[in-house]
Nanobody, 119 residues
Framework: QVQLVESGGGLVQAGGSLRLSCAAS????????ITWYRQAPGKQRDLVAQ???????DYADSVKGRFTISRDNAKNTVYLEMSSLKPEDTAVYYC?????????????WGQGTQVTVSS
């Protein structure tokens, strides 16, 4: 099992910045990737940024150049640094951990943190 706790959401004005945290615990040694998703009201959950254990990163086109995903291994925490925020970034942000067990990848989700960007 893997437990994920997100934090750092809040209300910010357009153009501002926030840093989200995703703290992992449990069987974290077998995590292969941590991914941030977001879901706005009435919309599907979309990938925002991904970081693999090998250090590879991937970003949605809409956040490239504005968001940065990183990790602190000592704290078992993955961060999402968000800058130049826009009202369309408003959503609940979730982190997901993929844990490999043999040939199976098990997904684990956090509870989400609300980000609201005012215009």
């Amino acid at each position: 099992q893997v437990q994920l706790v997100e934090s750092g959401g809040g209300l910010v004005q357009a153009g501002g910045s926030l840093r989200l945290s995703c703290a992992a615990s449990g069987r974290i040694s077998s995590i292969s990737a941590i991914t941030w998703y977001r879901q706005a009201p009435g919309k599907q959950r979309d990938l925002v940024a991904q970081l693999t254990t090998g250090g590879s990163t991937d970003y949605a086109d809409s956040v490239k150049g504005r968001f940065t995903i990183s990790r602190d291994n000592a704290k078992n925490t993955v961060y999402l640094e968000m800058s130049s925020l826009k009202p369309e970034d408003t959503a609940v942000y979730y982190c997901k951990a993929d844990r490999k067990s043999g040939n199976i990848v098990w997904p684990y989700w956090g509870q989400g943190t609300q980000v609201t960007v005012s215009s």
